[in-house]
């Protein structure tokens, strides 16, 4: 059965103490696509193809582009790792302008991997949370703690046996 999950911003302690240790967020803007283009350029390879779909004219996003960078490094390495895991050979990342309201960009990285259980699901984004063999279980709660300081927004949709989408929006710079 799908199920989403829209991830609340209340601040783990251990992605709070994080926070004290990382400089402080430029307020600056970044240019999503370039970020995108990127990442998907330093991902690609390991037999999982990575298709995007973005379009030529993009809003730049408020914040600092290494913020975007290691936000969208982690949701597509996550996606290749589930998609190799599964013996899928795809993972997709989509851009839009509008996203779920007007003034924000919206990023989807799709796999094809075997999905989330509501268990995982429940617990993806707690710290030390990993289903990966030496994981470290940081990754997806850094995420969601960089999107909040950037005032965005993160959904994830998941089946089991189908795959897993992680939807961010984050606000168009002015």
């Not at 973005?54 to 975007?68: K, T, Y």
């Not at 795809?90 to 268990?119: F, L, Q």
């Not at 470290?136 to 959904?155: F, H, P």
């Amino acid at each position: 059965k799908a199920q989403v999950l829209v991830v609340t911003f209340e601040r783990p302690q251990l992605a709070a103490n994080y926070a004290r240790l990382s400089p402080r967020l430029d307020r600056g803007s970044a240019d999503v696509r370039s970020v995108v283009d990127d990442v998907v350029r330093g991902a690609a390879g390991d037999g999982v193809a990575i298709a995007t779909d973005i379009p030529p004219h993009l809003p730049r996003v408020r914040g600092d582009a290494v913020v975007v960078r290691r936000i969208l490094e982690n949701v597509v390495s996550n996606a290749l790792d589930a998609a190799r895991g599964s013996g899928s050979s795809r993972a997709e990342v989509r851009i839009s302008a509008g996203g779920e309201a007007a003034g924000t960009v919206r990023v989807v990285v799709a796999d094809t991997g075997p999905g989330m259980t509501r268990e995982q699901l429940d617990r993806a984004f707690e710290d030390f949370y990993t289903t990966k063999p030496g994981g470290t279980g940081l990754g997806l709660s850094v995420v969601r703690r960089l999107v909040a300081d950037l005032e965005g927004s993160l959904r994830v949709h998941t089946e089991p046996g189908t795959g897993t989408s992680v939807e961010i929006s984050l606000p168009a710079a002015a």
